[in-house]
């Protein structure tokens, strides 16, 4: 009996162990794969590689305050655009809305049309904590636009009440999956 028992531990310790490292293999192959960059549309038009599905886009202010966005489009029929958003040194305890602006692709970003995003069609703001940082999960809902379209996209931190703007990016380009 002593002995069916010690090799039954034995059998689901040599498979748990089996299963940890399969997951330790995984997880480091996927932090062997090469970080994606942020490229704008001067540099995608002189032709170097870039996603134009997933790419993240740097935010610029004064001084220290700086943001970025993860701009990711799952390849699934969904079409849902997500925008996880970071803000950094701004006001604290302070609300920001993300915006973005788009036109037809000639890697200059012209229109001034800017639409508040947030969760699908509700806007939604940033609040910054105690030290003026903020993060927010954002998404929208593309499905209406045909896959294949391209765009020049461009994005703004305005401030809530004000809506002075506090952070602009570059110019980039995007197709919907």
Known sequence: MRKQILCAIVTIVAISVFFISCQKEANSNSQQQPQEKAVSAP?????QAADVYNFDVNL???????????FRQDPDAAKIMTLYTKIQNLLPNHEYQLQRAVDRRDGNCTSTTWLTLGLGLTPQTIMTDDEGNGHELLWRDISAV?????????FQITDAVSHEVVLTSDC???TVR
């Open 43 to 47: 540099q995608a038009a002189i032709g």
């Open 60 to 70: 610029y202010g004064e001084g220290e305050r700086k943001g970025i966005i993860r």
């Open 146 to 154: 045909e896959s294949g379209s391209s765009f020049d996209i461009h």
């Open 172 to 174: 980039y380009q995007f």
